[in-house]
């Protein structure tokens, strides 16, 4: 972080250990495991469940990831939650590095 550096806590929701984890990293992004997103639609605990990860992440001043957004419902019910970051097939699919030339990569 003294560098400039941001981390992100990748997959989190997924072990049982991830509060605990989250209390301790200096991390400043939150991704929600796409475990939880990938039936979101039609799944209301699901949404509690994200809804719940975000108000702490927020609470703590991180921002949050969703994974695995693949339709427009999906990604209206994270809009409605409030996340502020998503990724998935509905948005855009992969890329090879080269093809993505608006993108800022460091050199190799």
Known sequence: KRL???FALDDFGSGLSSFGYLKQLPVDYLKI???FIQE???NRID???VASINNIGHIMGLK???EFVEDAATLNILRQI???YVQGYYLSRPEPMESLTSVR???R
């Open 47 to 49: 949404q509690a469940m």
């Open 105 to 107: 990569v460091m050199p």
């Open 64 to 66: 949050t990831i969703a």
């Open 40 to 42: 979101l639609a039609n």
């Open 4 to 6: 400039g550096c941001q």
């Open 82 to 84: 409030g996340v502020d």
């Open 33 to 35: 495991d796409g475990i």
